[in-house]
């Protein structure tokens, strides 16, 4: 009982110490862990496997560096999986401090694959105001990308050339941290009918799975964990599968820490009732 | 294990615990890099703008395409900080009525599209389990939402079926947010054992 008392009363900060050596000890020792694929995963990367060669995948970066580890690891397996088969990258940005993540990701994995700019992928950057983006690529791409990230014209660079609006584009993937995707199922699913494949930060994740449901999303790649599981499809482990033992361990703890909280809460409770009574 | 060099891994280093150390307690540190990060955020949210844009919507169109209609989009854009004189305030109301407009008119006919899918999702198309789950679920919590009936008798029953519906749904958003907040962590101690320290490959 007394141990139950005092550990209501605890100091958060042993909470934080205690989570924090299950995060660090885990990326230390690096023990197995298991990476099990979920279908809403396995689905988004099956459709882009089927795709055909050359077809356009426009990627949306509307995540900033406060969503870095739950989304980079995913644009980059991505990135890895488009080059791979020969398909295109599209870029741009809906949330401009998520500008130089984007590209940062898709510089890396291109030089890491040999792809050319202009020729296999291209980073046309951030342009204001989402949703007339949205609904005017349904119309023309260059009324709102009439150059790429560096000021250079879109007509300049080959695999530009015929593309025009979503007709050309065979899947969007959304990188999401906010609610921008709910535009994007909206304006460019909706009204275009266009493809769409969605990465939620878990926080999100959980409103976006009625999506998915409905068939209004082809997949959805959920947080650290939906990442992980696209590294492995990806056939290259990286930082997501990494940090998945601590995740595992972490949540463990705080599923510990939550029965502890509520047992000695019951507990505290009998006592004042009891205190109460007499 | 090699300590980084580069001096520029060191402030982020030195950032990430700044930051941390809030956790302990709120001091000097915590708040240098608080307002660091609101100014530089601002900062560079401000220079996007300006390239991708100032540059690239309205300075191009002008200079070089002498399209002048971007004038139109200027002028509305400008009328906006009318707001902070109080005596021609009112003009902002102009491009907030264009952008409400636009915006609704744009809307409307997606939300239809948007809502009918999320509805027909909702129907019993085959007799399975999950299916079942759906109807009751979605039946059970709109009922816990009516209150022009009070809830007791059958309405009451429905009503609490709603809520643990209601329930479940908080519980797997708190624990995907655990997730998220971890990930985070989990990402800054990646960093600082790997980019820093050089303890992990």
New interface residues.
Partial sequence: MNFFLKLSKIDR?FI?LF??LV??LP??L?PKFPVVVSKPVQDVYDYIEKLPEGSNVLISIDYDA?????QQPFLEALLRQLFKNKLKPILIVQW??G?PLGTMGLEKIAKEMGAEYGKDYINL????GY??QM?GIGKEIRDFF??D?K?IPLDSFPMMKNVHNYNDIALLVGLEAGATYLAW???AG??FKQKIALAL???S???AY?FY????IVGLV????GAAEYEVLVDKPD?AV??MA??SY??LV?ILFIILGNIAYFIEKGMKNKEGGK | MAISTNFWIWIAALLTLAIYSF??KDNPFYKFAEYLLVGI?IG??IS??WH??I???VY?PLVYDKNFLVLIPLLLGLLMFSRFFKNVSYLSRIPIAFVVG??TG??V???F??LF??I??TMPLKLDIGSLI?VVGVISTLVYFFFSLEHKGFVGKVSKVGITFIMV?FG??FG?????R?????????FL?SDWLG??K
């Fill in positions: 900060r934080y989570i924090a995060v660090v990326l230390i690096k406060a969503s870095m580890p739950e401009q401090l500008a950057g951030y342009r204001p949703v007339a609904v009439k150059v990230y000021n199922i909206e304006y909706g009204r930060n878990a926080v994740a959980p409103d009625y449901q409905s068939g209004q959920g947080g650290m964990k930082l990494a940090g601590s995740q972490s949540h705080i | 956790l302990y955020s560079y949210g996007i703008y991708n844009t540059i690239t919507k191009n636009a915006g744009l809307s006919p997606s939300s599209e948007f899918k999320q027909y999702a759906i749904a797997a958003a995907y947010t655990i997730m998220a971890v990930s985070l962590f989990i990402g800054r101690i990646q054992l303890i992990i």
